[in-house]
């Protein structure tokens, strides 16, 4: 069975929208972009078109490639204290002379809607509540609380560590009852640690994990996303082969992308 | 084979005394204590005299159970604030009419030296410095390092997810290219998991993990440390079953006690 994220995310949608027509005072979201990579300007314009589609506010800042970083925490400075921005997002890669966490620290935590302030980042890890949930891993739970899937007591295997994807997403499946593993590129044995997941979640970029490692009737969930030689778009795994043998997977496109999408717009309702 | 906590923090401590001689300011401790809990107060006594073994300063506050938040806070404000404290440490636990959380958020994260501050805990899961280690996994993997034992790649099954031990130390472990599960209550088949375990860590104060699930030549950690029925001190594991069984084995007492307490020094030297 197909965990559909388009159609998920576009039911969350329609009943943010709902909600925002209710509310007196609209979130607005800011987000800067530096420089002129392609990626991150498909991202930022899907954030863009969300937000409009919810009737909420969105600015976009775009600044040049050599901004240095104080231009960049300044701007931040200037967001943190302007009361008609709700959320605060910095568009990742940033160019390489930039201090990546230098920026993001300079977000206010109660306007630092993708989870990236030590702050939020602690706060979650102690199981408290963050003032943001990391995007990326609340669109997959959301994801999964469409189809009625609970983690409880499963055991959940995560490939990958990246602090946007791999070790939140094991801490709010924590958070969730579920027991967690988290495999990477140092990992001994992945396939006998991979064939023992209920819940088998791929965030590494690449393929890794292969059809026959996988357990039939488990859960899957592919967070990759990357072109194949003919520049099509691919998840981490073998789709056609898995949708045969699995109980549940997501495609590419059209699963994780979307959820997270719609997740940072829940992140953006929901502010402090 | 024994892995032996007394001797190495011993040698540590020893090592560390050295090192003050050669400090023109010493470090200094300060300790809240609230309430008359006998446990907390032997903790303290130690704490207190691996500080004076090493040649640094403390000093122990002593609050009766009484004690309301906002005085706890001042205090605390008022030692954040006092240049010759370089590390703050609130014994828990307090009494229940206190918010934990109110108290430990209010330490300065530069003198947070047990890494309870959601900035402090958001960098060590940022897989950043943070400006002290969690003191008992920092004293575990003090240990491992004293023996030799590289947990790079190996399996490390943690079992308990709390925040002082479970979830600080399995980030410390994935910062170290373990590959790293959590188990916990609600965890379903619990011996499967702990049959695949290069290196064992049982942190739940109560005997959940049986011998007989415990894989041969295996590392065991027992952080566990409670009474039995004739006042015995105990960890949560068989030892003398299991010592017999696995390649390295702490004992309760003299392994991961002493240890964590020559890693709150390592962190007191250490402070940014």
């Given at each position: 069975?197909?965990?559909?994220?388009?159609?998920?995310?576009?039911?969350?949608?329609?009943?943010?929208?709902?909600?925002?027509?209710?509310?007196?005072?609209?979130?607005?979201?800011?987000?800067?972009?530096?420089?002129?990579?392609?990626?991150?300007?498909?991202?930022?314009?899907?954030?863009?078109?969300?937000?409009?589609?919810?009737?909420?506010?969105?600015?976009?800042?775009?600044?040049?490639?050599?901004?240095?970083?104080?231009?960049?925490?300044?701007k931040i400075y200037e967001l943190n204290n302007d009361e008609t921005v709700t959320g605060i997002l910095v568009q990742l890669p940033l160019p390489k002379h930039i201090d990546k966490n230098k920026i993001t620290?300079?977000?206010?935590?109660?306007?630092?809607?993708?989870?990236?302030?030590?702050?939020?980042?602690?706060?979650?890890?102690?199981?408290?509540?963050?003032?943001?949930?990391?995007?990326?891993?609340?669109?997959?739970?959301m994801l999964l609380d469409e189809y009625g899937i609970d983690v409880k007591g499963k055991h959940a295997v995560i490939v990958g560590r990246s602090n946007i994807v791999g070790k939140p997403m094991a801490q709010?499946?924590?958070?969730?009852?579920?027991?967690?593993?988290?495999?990477?590129?140092?990992?001994?044995?992945?396939?006998?640690?991979?064939?023992?997941?209920?819940?088998?979640?791929?965030?590494?970029?690449?393929?890794?994990?292969?059809?026959?490692?996988?357990?039939?009737?488990?859960?899957?969930?592919?967070?990759?996303?990357?072109?194949?030689?003919?520049?099509?778009?691919?998840?981490?795994?073998?789709?056609?082969?898995?949708?045969?043998?699995?109980?549940?997977?997501?495609?590419?496109?059209?699963?994780?992308?979307?959820?997270?999408?719609?997740?940072?717009?829940?992140?953006?309702?929901?502010?402090?």
């Amino acid at each position: 069975m197909i965990l559909d994220g388009k159609k998920t995310s576009e039911k969350i949608l329609n009943q943010l929208a709902e909600k925002v027509k209710t509310m007196d005072k609209k979130p607005k979201l800011a987000v800067i972009l530096v420089g002129n990579d392609p990626a991150s300007e498909i991202y930022v314009s899907s954030k863009e078109k969300a937000a409009k589609k919810i009737g909420v506010g969105s600015v976009v800042i775009k600044l040049p490639e050599e901004t240095d970083e104080k231009t960049l925490t300044d701007k931040i400075y200037e967001l943190n204290n302007d009361e008609t921005v709700t959320g605060i997002l910095v568009q990742l890669p940033l160019p390489k002379h930039i201090d990546k966490n230098k920026i993001t620290d300079a977000i206010c935590p109660k306007k630092d809607i993708d989870c990236f302030t030590p702050e939020n980042v602690g706060r979650l890890m102690q199981g408290r509540e963050p003032y943001f949930n990391p995007v990326t891993p609340q669109g997959i739970l959301m994801l999964l609380d469409e189809y009625g899937i609970d983690v409880k007591g499963k055991h959940a295997v995560i490939v990958g560590r990246s602090n946007i994807v791999g070790k939140p997403m094991a801490q709010m499946l924590l958070n969730r009852d579920a027991t967690v593993t988290v495999c990477h590129s140092k990992t001994e044995n992945l396939d006998d640690i991979i064939k023992t997941a209920d819940i088998l979640i791929s965030a590494v970029g690449k393929k890794v994990v292969r059809c026959k490692m996988v357990k039939s009737e488990s859960i899957v969930i592919d967070v990759g996303i990357s072109r194949d030689n003919n520049g099509k778009i691919v998840g981490d795994l073998d789709f056609d082969e898995l949708v045969n043998v699995v109980k549940y997977i997501t495609p590419v496109p059209g699963g994780v992308g979307p959820m997270t999408i719609a997740s940072l717009m829940v992140n953006l309702i929901n502010h402090p």
